[in-house]
């Protein structure tokens, strides 16, 4: 079993839908959470970042952690085509002195227009 | 501010061959990760520098290598390349001596390499 589990995708969605997109996990561990937005053939870009179970939120995006029951979320609201891409959780056992982030494998999202 | 950059874009290579992938980490931070992506995965760490030294290693074989420089730029180096090897390879800056938000790691837009 990998240690972070992320559905691949496809995901299409019509513009205006709100988007849930998750992750679980095993490594109860794990402390530090990131979603990273990946455009194709490009490096991945930091969304948001949580340190513990709750909601941030961040214009149209929010982050969920669930540590209880080792599941992260991430809503986009009023989706755009320029949204499409590919959407990586990470996360890490630590905040500090952080070393190493477990990615999931990413799930394709496509908004259309 | 300047962000990470890395270097070449692209990279095509043959088995057997050796290869050198270069980094320069965001302005201010000390700690360069690299990471292999393959296509449609996510991606797999390699290693990380923090302050010219080795600190932590993931499930790569001893021909990944890698250097620290004193102004924090960084190389991967890989011997005998395989097919398998083809992949973009990212490069990411933080600085966690700071803690919090500090140690979140920014990348760069990847060297895309070719084993044939």
């Known amino acids: 079993q990998k240690e972070v589990e992320q559905d691949p995708g496809p995901l299409s969605v019509p513009e205006g839908a709100i988007v849930s997109l998750n992750c679980t996990y095993s490594?109860?561990?794990?402390?530090?959470f990131m979603w990273y937005r990946q455009y194709s053939r490009k490096g991945p870009e930091l969304l948001m970042y949580?340190?513990?179970?709750g909601n941030k939120e961040d214009g149209r995006f929010t982050a969920q952690v669930d540590k209880s029951s080792k599941y992260i979320s991430l809503f986009i609201r009023d989706s755009q085509p320029s949204d499409s891409a590919t959407y990586l959780c990470?996360?890490?056992?630590?905040?500090?002195?952080?070393?190493?982030?477990?990615f999931g494998t990413g799930t394709r999202l496509k908004v259309l227009a | 501010e300047t962000g990470v950059t890395q270097s070449p874009t692209h990279l095509i290579k043959t088995r057997g061959q050796q290869v050198t992938l270069r980094c320069s980490s965001q302005?201010?931070?000390?700690?360069v990760s690299w990471y292999q992506q393959a296509l449609g995965q996510g991606p797999q760490f390699i290693f990380q520098?923090?302050?010219?030294?080795?600190?932590g290693r993931g499930n790569f074989p001893p021909r990944f290598s890698g250097l620290q420089f004193p102004n924090y730029s960084s190389e991967l180096n890989v011997n005998a390349l395989e097919l398998d090897d083809s992949a973009l390879y990212l490069c990411?800056?933080?600085?966690?001596?700071?803690?919090?938000?500090?140690?979140?790691?920014?990348f760069g837009p990847g060297t895309r390499l070719t084993v044939l």
């Open positions: 990411a800056s933080s600085l966690p001596e700071t803690g919090g938000s500090a140690d979140t790691q920014y």
């Open positions: 490594n109860s561990a794990f402390q530090y």
């Open positions: 949580t340190y513990s179970s």
């Open positions: 990470a996360m890490s056992p630590s905040t500090s002195g952080t070393y190493k982030y477990i």
């Open positions: 302005s201010g931070h000390n700690t």
């Open positions: 520098y923090y302050r010219e030294e080795e600190n």
